[in-house]
């Protein structure tokens, strides 16, 4: 079975506060974007990468332009939607609808607004994975204190010891990630992650220690952030 990457990158990046969408914007001298792709190009394992960008996009053609040594390993898709999750469902409805993945290849959804995914969490989401039956996720034990709210009070305290913040990548085969959005597709608005259409099959992600590294970059803060990661990497 191959390894096709899945770059959801279709986003506005509202709560970034920027002009442009957040995933174009520079971080430690290249376009946030860039970053994730240029880990999975330079991965051996990885066997393609597709890209999902909005119809209107006006950064991808250029980014592409600029980095020649990624032609033929990338494919844009322009098959955005409204959401993260309507775009991961048309990107794998383009790939599956032009024969690109096998029932059994492994796809690897990852965010765009993660820069600071590496080779060596990526190995061991493959290798913990391999063999696995349902798929899984790079994950995060948490680590604060967390409290459930009642009208601005603390009502409890909940049990931190099973909670995990979930990462991407997210890695499931194609025909079950298929058949997990098809069934998902009336809840799409309840679920913010791919792990969770499988969930709703009944089925239960393997969960892979993920890196703080690896986080999204989400609010204006966080570009700073990520370039101090980022610039440590290099
Ligand atoms: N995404 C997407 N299509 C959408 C919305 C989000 O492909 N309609 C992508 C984003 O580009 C990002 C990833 O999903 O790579 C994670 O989403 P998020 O961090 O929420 O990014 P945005 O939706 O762009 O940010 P915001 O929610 O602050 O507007
Ligand atoms: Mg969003």
Redo the contacts with the bound molecule.
């Keep these: 079975a191959r390894h096709l990457a899945l770059i959801?990158?279709?986003?506005?990046?509202?709560?970034?506060e920027v002009q442009m969408?957040?995933?174009y914007m520079a971080l430690a001298g290249k376009p946030m974007l860039r970053h994730a792709l240029d880990t999975f190009a330079a991965h051996t394992r990885i066997d393609h990468i597709y890209i999902?960008v909005s119809a209107e996009d006006a950064y991808i053609d250029e980014i592409m332009a600029a980095a020649p040594a990624l032609q033929g390993r990338v494919t844009v898709l322009r098959a955005?939607?409204?959401?993260?999750q309507?775009?991961v469902r048309n990107g794998l409805l383009a790939i599956t609808a032009a024969q690109d993945a096998e029932a059994d290849d492994w796809i690897l959804v990852h965010?765009?607004?993660r820069p600071g995914l590496n080779a060596a969490l990526i190995d061991r989401l493959l290798d913990e994975l391999q063999d696995d039956p349902v798929g899984g996720l790079l994950a995060l034990p948490l680590v604060d204190t967390i409290k459930r709210s009642n009208q601005g009070r603390s009502q409890l305290t909940v049990p931190r010891a099973d909670l995990w913040a979930a990462q991407t990548p997210q890695m499931f085969r194609s025909a079950l990630l298929l058949r997990a959005f098809t069934q998902a597709a009336a809840q799409l608005d309840a679920i913010t992650d791919d792990a969770s259409a499988i969930e709703m099959l009944g089925l239960q992600p393997k969960l892979v220690a993920g890196s703080p590294r690896n986080f999204?970059v989400?609010l204006a803060h966080d570009a700073a952030l990520a370039e101090f990661f980022l610039k440590g990497n290099e």
Aim: aromatic share 0%.
């Design positions: 959801p990158a279709a986003g506005v990046g509202a709560r970034m969408p957040k995933q999902v955005g939607g409204p959401t993260r309507e775009s965010d765009a607004a999204k989400t």
